[in-house]
Nanobody
Framework: QVALVESGGGLVQTGGSLRLSCAAS????????MGWFRQAPGKEREFVASKSASGAITRYADSVNGRFTISRDNAKNTIYLQMNSLKFEDTAVYYC???????????????WGQGTQVTVSS
């Protein structure tokens, strides 16, 4: 059993930055691919970024590539999402996720966090 708790969401102006954190419980944290999804009002939940258990495989959605950076600290059982140059379109609830495969999809997520709100204003 793995529990995921996100933090770091909030209100930021266009062009600003935020860093999200996700703290995980469980000794098997280091064996999971970890990542982030987001869901905006009226939209389906979508993939944002992921990093494999070893850290060797990192993936980003085209919409955030070059602006967001995912990292993980297995010693702290924590993953992060550094978000820079934020746009209004980034407004969404962001969810931490853990899965067994290096490529994360809505079908293969084993654990979800509760979500944290990110709002980007003009």
């Amino acid at each position: 059993q793995v529990a995921l708790v996100e933090s770091g969401g909030g209100l930021v102006q266009t062009g600003g930055s935020l860093r999200l954190s996700c703290a995980a419980s469980g000794r098997t944290f280091s064996t999971y691919t970890m990542g982030w999804f987001r869901q905006a009002p009226g939209k389906e939940r979508e993939f944002v970024a992921s990093k494999s258990a070893s850290g060797a495989i990192t993936r980003y959605a085209d919409s955030v590539n070059g602006r967001f950076t995912i990292s993980r600290d297995n010693a702290k059982n924590t993953i992060y999402l550094q978000m820079n140059s934020l746009k209004f379109e980034d407004t969404a609830v962001y969810y931490c996720a853990a899965g067994a495969r290096s490529v994360m999809t809505m079908r293969n997520i084993e654990y979800w966090g509760q979500g944290t709100q990110v709002t980007v204003s003009s």
